[in-house]
């Protein structure tokens, strides 16, 4: 099992940045593939980014592509979302979750195949 916790969240205006941060506990960080999804009010859960279990492969939505980076740490337990350029829509709770690999070497996308979730934390962009 893994907990995981967000932090980095706050208020910024359209086109600051924000570097987002999951600290993981619990079972070995590197062997989860890691992934960043965001909820805005009224809306379902949507995918932002992915990572696999060594950061080697990754993988963006359309709407962030170009503007957020994934990356993790694997000797610091941290997986981060480094967002540039930020916009109104990008507003929402950012959460991290974890898919259990072990020896796989997969990027996941789909929020039913991760096995572990982060509370969030709020970002909103204000135009």
């Known amino acids: 099992q893994v907990q995981l916790i967000e932090s980095g969240g706050g208020l910024v205006q359209a086109g600051d940045s924000l570097r987002l941060s999951c600290a993981a506990s619990g079972r070995t960080f590197s062997d989860y593939a890691m992934g960043w999804f965001r909820q805005a009010p009224g809306k379902e859960r949507e995918f932002v980014a992915a990572i696999s279990r060594s950061g080697g492969s990754t993988r963006y939505s359309d709407s962030v592509k170009g503007r957020f980076t994934i990356s993790r740490d694997n000797a610091k337990n941290t997986l981060y979302l480094q967002m540039n350029s930020l916009k109104p829509e990008d507003t929402g709770v950012y959460s991290c979750?974890?898919?259990?690999?072990?020896?796989?070497?997969?990027?996941?996308?789909?929020?039913?195949?991760?096995?572990?979730w982060g509370q969030g934390t709020q970002v909103t962009v204000s135009s």
């Open positions: 979750a974890a898919d259990l690999q072990r020896n796989g070497i997969r990027v996941v996308t789909a929020p039913a195949e991760y096995d572990y």
